[in-house]
Protein backbone atom coordinates (compact mmCIF):
# COMPACT_ATOMS: atom_id res chain seq x y z
CA UNK A 1 0.00 0.00 0.00
CA UNK A 2 2.37 2.66 0.68
CA UNK A 3 4.17 1.87 -2.05
CA UNK A 4 0.81 2.16 -4.70
CA UNK A 5 0.54 5.72 -2.54
CA UNK A 6 4.22 6.79 -3.37
CA UNK A 7 3.60 6.42 -7.32
CA UNK A 8 0.50 8.00 -6.94
CA UNK A 9 2.62 11.02 -5.79
CA UNK A 10 5.11 11.09 -8.45
CA UNK A 11 2.36 10.85 -11.24
CA UNK A 12 0.45 13.58 -9.42
CA UNK A 13 4.02 15.73 -9.45
CA UNK A 14 4.72 14.70 -12.70
CA UNK A 15 1.55 15.48 -13.85
CA UNK A 16 1.83 18.73 -12.34
CA UNK A 17 4.93 19.89 -14.04
CA UNK A 18 3.71 18.79 -17.49
CA UNK A 19 0.77 21.11 -16.85
CA UNK A 20 2.95 23.90 -15.25
CA UNK A 21 4.96 24.01 -18.53
CA UNK A 22 2.89 23.23 -20.95
CA UNK A 23 0.71 26.47 -19.35
CA UNK A 24 3.56 28.98 -19.94
CA UNK A 25 2.79 31.06 -22.79
CA UNK A 26 6.18 33.62 -21.40
CA UNK A 27 8.42 30.67 -22.08
CA UNK A 28 9.45 31.42 -25.81
CA UNK A 29 8.30 34.81 -25.81
CA UNK A 30 9.74 37.87 -27.48
CA UNK A 31 10.32 41.38 -25.52
CA UNK A 32 10.82 44.50 -27.37
CA UNK A 33 14.46 45.55 -26.07
CA UNK A 34 14.04 49.31 -26.95
CA UNK A 35 10.74 49.63 -24.34
CA UNK A 36 12.44 49.98 -21.17
CA UNK A 37 10.63 48.58 -18.29
CA UNK A 38 11.81 49.49 -14.30
CA UNK A 39 8.40 49.95 -12.47
CA UNK A 40 7.49 47.19 -10.13
CA UNK A 41 3.81 47.10 -8.44
CA UNK A 42 2.95 45.77 -4.90
CA UNK A 43 1.54 42.25 -6.76
CA UNK A 44 4.54 41.90 -8.71
CA UNK A 45 6.94 42.32 -6.07
CA UNK A 46 4.64 40.05 -3.77
CA UNK A 47 4.93 37.28 -6.32
CA UNK A 48 8.57 37.60 -6.86
CA UNK A 49 9.33 37.52 -3.39
CA UNK A 50 6.70 35.12 -2.43
CA UNK A 51 6.94 32.45 -5.02
CA UNK A 52 10.94 33.09 -6.99
CA UNK A 53 13.06 34.70 -4.18
CA UNK A 54 13.86 31.07 -2.86
CA UNK A 55 15.96 30.61 -5.76
CA UNK A 56 18.12 33.80 -4.89
CA UNK A 57 20.79 34.63 -2.91
CA UNK A 58 19.72 37.80 -1.30
CA UNK A 59 21.64 40.62 -0.33
CA UNK A 60 20.05 43.41 1.85
CA UNK A 61 21.21 46.84 1.31
CA UNK A 62 18.92 49.29 4.11
CA UNK A 63 21.69 51.75 3.90
CA UNK A 64 20.51 52.40 0.21
CA UNK A 65 16.92 51.22 -0.36
CA UNK A 66 18.20 47.92 -2.33
CA UNK A 67 18.11 44.88 -2.44
CA UNK A 68 20.19 42.66 -4.38
CA UNK A 69 19.49 39.13 -6.30
CA UNK A 70 21.51 36.63 -7.65
CA UNK A 71 20.13 33.40 -9.11
CA UNK A 72 21.37 30.42 -7.11
CA UNK A 73 22.06 27.95 -10.01
CA UNK A 74 24.14 30.08 -11.57
CA UNK A 75 27.14 28.23 -13.00
CA UNK A 76 30.60 29.34 -11.68
CA UNK A 77 33.22 28.39 -13.86
CA UNK A 78 36.20 30.35 -13.59
CA UNK A 79 37.67 28.53 -16.86
CA UNK A 80 35.03 29.98 -19.21
CA UNK A 81 33.64 33.49 -20.08
CA UNK A 82 30.94 33.42 -18.55
CA UNK A 83 28.68 36.78 -17.77
CA UNK A 84 25.76 36.22 -14.55
CA UNK A 85 22.61 38.44 -14.03
CA UNK A 86 21.92 40.42 -10.71
CA UNK A 87 18.71 41.62 -9.85
CA UNK A 88 18.31 44.89 -7.80
CA UNK A 89 15.36 46.16 -6.49
CA UNK A 90 14.90 50.05 -5.18
CA UNK A 91 12.30 49.64 -3.17
CA UNK A 92 11.49 53.25 -1.98
CA UNK A 93 10.97 54.31 -5.67
CA UNK A 94 9.04 50.92 -6.66
CA UNK A 95 11.95 49.77 -9.59
CA UNK A 96 14.23 47.00 -10.12
CA UNK A 97 16.97 46.91 -12.80
CA UNK A 98 18.81 43.66 -14.26
CA UNK A 99 22.29 44.28 -14.40
CA UNK A 100 24.87 42.30 -16.04
CA UNK A 101 28.05 41.12 -14.56
CA UNK A 102 30.97 39.80 -15.66
CA UNK A 103 33.19 36.75 -14.52
CA UNK A 104 36.89 37.21 -14.17
CA UNK A 105 37.39 35.77 -17.29
CA UNK A 106 35.11 37.51 -19.26
CA UNK A 107 36.84 40.70 -18.01
CA UNK A 108 40.64 39.47 -18.69
CA UNK A 109 39.08 38.66 -22.05
CA UNK A 110 38.09 42.60 -22.44
CA UNK A 111 41.12 43.79 -20.93
CA UNK A 112 43.12 41.60 -23.07
CA UNK A 113 40.99 43.09 -26.20
CA UNK A 114 41.39 46.79 -24.87
CA UNK A 115 38.15 47.34 -25.15
CA UNK A 116 34.86 48.26 -22.89
CA UNK A 117 32.77 47.14 -25.70
CA UNK A 118 31.55 43.22 -24.99
CA UNK A 119 30.31 42.40 -28.61
CA UNK A 120 28.48 38.89 -29.13
CA UNK A 121 28.73 37.48 -32.46
CA UNK A 122 25.36 35.09 -33.18
CA UNK A 123 24.25 32.16 -35.37
CA UNK A 124 20.39 31.05 -35.90
CA UNK A 125 21.16 27.68 -36.37
CA UNK A 126 17.66 27.12 -37.93
CA UNK A 127 17.76 30.21 -40.23
CA UNK A 128 20.98 30.42 -40.52
CA UNK A 129 20.55 34.17 -39.87
CA UNK A 130 23.44 35.99 -38.04
CA UNK A 131 24.45 39.48 -36.64
CA UNK A 132 26.18 40.92 -33.83
CA UNK A 133 25.01 42.62 -30.32
CA UNK A 134 26.82 45.54 -28.39
CA UNK A 135 27.18 46.20 -24.94
CA UNK A 136 29.03 49.09 -23.58
CA UNK A 137 28.89 49.24 -19.67
CA UNK A 138 26.75 52.07 -18.28
CA UNK A 139 23.29 52.95 -17.47
CA UNK A 140 21.29 50.57 -16.36
CA UNK A 141 18.73 51.00 -19.05
CA UNK A 142 21.93 49.70 -21.47
CA UNK A 143 21.87 46.20 -19.20
CA UNK A 144 18.06 46.12 -19.78
CA UNK A 145 18.60 46.35 -23.60
CA UNK A 146 21.24 44.37 -24.09
CA UNK A 147 20.07 41.29 -21.40
CA UNK A 148 16.73 41.81 -23.71
CA UNK A 149 19.01 41.34 -27.08
CA UNK A 150 20.81 37.99 -25.74
CA UNK A 151 17.27 36.97 -24.20
CA UNK A 152 15.38 37.21 -27.59
CA UNK A 153 18.62 35.77 -29.27
CA UNK A 154 18.46 32.57 -26.82
CA UNK A 155 15.29 31.64 -26.63
CA UNK A 156 15.40 31.52 -30.70
CA UNK A 157 18.08 28.95 -30.00
CA UNK A 158 20.77 31.42 -31.60
CA UNK A 159 24.49 30.36 -30.54
CA UNK A 160 26.50 32.84 -29.93
CA UNK A 161 30.68 33.30 -29.78
CA UNK A 162 33.23 36.46 -29.16
CA UNK A 163 35.87 37.35 -31.44
CA UNK A 164 39.68 38.29 -29.73
CA UNK A 165 42.22 40.00 -32.60
CA UNK A 166 44.80 37.15 -31.03
CA UNK A 167 42.53 33.72 -31.55
CA UNK A 168 41.33 32.53 -34.74
CA UNK A 169 38.68 30.14 -33.88
CA UNK A 170 35.66 32.13 -32.40
CA UNK A 171 35.25 31.58 -28.39
CA UNK A 172 31.88 30.38 -27.03
CA UNK A 173 29.73 32.34 -25.54
CA UNK A 174 26.74 31.25 -23.41
CA UNK A 175 27.10 27.63 -24.38
CA UNK A 176 26.37 25.41 -21.89
CA UNK A 177 22.06 24.31 -21.59
CA UNK A 178 22.58 24.76 -17.39
CA UNK A 179 23.54 28.69 -18.26
CA UNK A 180 21.78 29.20 -21.08
CA UNK A 181 18.64 27.98 -18.96
CA UNK A 182 19.74 29.75 -15.98
CA UNK A 183 20.17 33.42 -18.07
CA UNK A 184 16.63 32.81 -19.74
CA UNK A 185 14.86 31.79 -16.31
CA UNK A 186 16.04 35.11 -14.50
CA UNK A 187 15.10 37.36 -17.26
CA UNK A 188 11.65 36.04 -17.62
CA UNK A 189 11.73 36.28 -13.17
CA UNK A 190 13.08 39.88 -14.16
CA UNK A 191 10.23 40.53 -16.53
CA UNK A 192 7.56 39.41 -14.50
CA UNK A 193 8.84 41.45 -11.84
CA UNK A 194 8.17 44.83 -13.98
CA UNK A 195 5.20 43.30 -15.32
CA UNK A 196 6.62 42.63 -18.56
CA UNK A 197 5.15 39.02 -18.68
CA UNK A 198 1.72 38.49 -16.63
Not at 104 to 117: G, I, M, P, S, V
Not at 120 to 146: E, R
Not at 152 to 163: G, M, P, Q, R, S
Request: with cysteine; net charge positive.
Amino acid sequence: MPLTLFFLRMLRLLLLLVFVFACNPDYKKQVKPQEVRNRTTQNSVLFFKNMRSLDYQVIEMPQTKRNLYRYKESPQDSTQIQIGLALVEKWDTDQAYVLLEPNEKLNDFLAQEKTDTLKVYWQNPHTKAQGSLQFVWGHVDTHFIFASQLYNALIEDCVFHLKSKTQSEPIPFLKQSRERENFRIVMQDYYRLVNIFK
